[in-house]
């Protein structure tokens, strides 16, 4: 069974620029996240879909971030413009019913703002 | 809040002893789940553990959950130089009402097992 799949693996902008990032999440997976992990600390939840509705964006930036998930399956991920501080892991993650609550991670998607 | 939260923030030991991480948390939970994470890449999940459960086994990983204190614990046993990353535990909270419930994660245990 194939993963979780991200890209771009790593990204260096400088600030103001955009960017965007893609997730392909596990066949079948209704639920699909977006985390993002600051260096030293853990992940935290960004935004929550169910198919292609927003379940939960409480801490996402929505100044600057936004997020789609056209069609229930891929998702991307976009932050305009960007700030010093949004250098982080940005995580996406999948699960579905049958994981018996198992989510399962992508390898991230590395940004560096400078 | 409602994360959880590691103990000890890092954790030194030699090939062949165990090693132990605790995680306390503060809300009614509906699971708890432990993740590993070696150093530039993804989680990759380890073990979950539901409220009404009280220990779990996976190979080497032994997991126990205590409700009334609101704390876990991640035994590893016979450790390896590979088994060196760092270790998170995640809760899903019981008021979510949703079995697909956000996670909640602690700032994470770095273990280094030296050879």
């Known amino acids: 069974e194939a993963g979780v799949a991200q890209s771009p693996r790593y990204k260096i902008i400088e600030k103001r620029q955009s960017v965007a990032f893609w997730c392909n999440p596990i066949s079948g997976h209704a639920t699909l996240y977006w985390y993002q992990q600051i260096l030293g600390q853990g992940p935290k939840l960004l935004i929550q879909f169910q198919n292609n509705g927003v379940v939960d964006d409480s801490q996402l930036p929505k100044d600057r971030f936004s997020a789609e998930r056209l069609k229930g399956v891929d998702s991307t991920l976009k932050i305009q413009p960007a700030k010093l501080e949004d250098s982080a892991v940005y995580l996406c993650a999948s699960t579905d019913l049958l994981s018996g609550n198992t989510i399962y991670f992508g390898e991230g998607s590395w940004l560096t703002v400078v | 809040s409602q994360q959880g939260e590691e103990d000890p923030q890092a954790l030194s030991i030699q090939e062949g002893e165990n090693a132990t991480m605790n995680c306390s948390y503060k809300t009614s939970i509906n699971n708890l789940q432990w993740y590993r994470q070696n150093s530039g890449r993804g989680l990759v999940h380890l073990i979950l553990i539901r409220s009404n459960e009280r220990e779990k086994h996976s190979g080497r990983l032994r997991v126990t959950l205590d409700t009334s204190k609101k704390s876990s614990s991640l035994l590893i046993t016979a450790s390896r130089a590979a088994d060196t990353a760092s270790y998170f535990c995640?809760?899903?909270?019981?008021?979510?009402?949703?079995?697909?419930?956000?996670?909640?994660f602690g700032r994470g245990t770095q273990l280094t097992v030296w050879p």
């Open positions: 995640a809760t899903v909270p019981a008021d979510r009402g949703s079995t697909l419930g956000r996670l909640y």
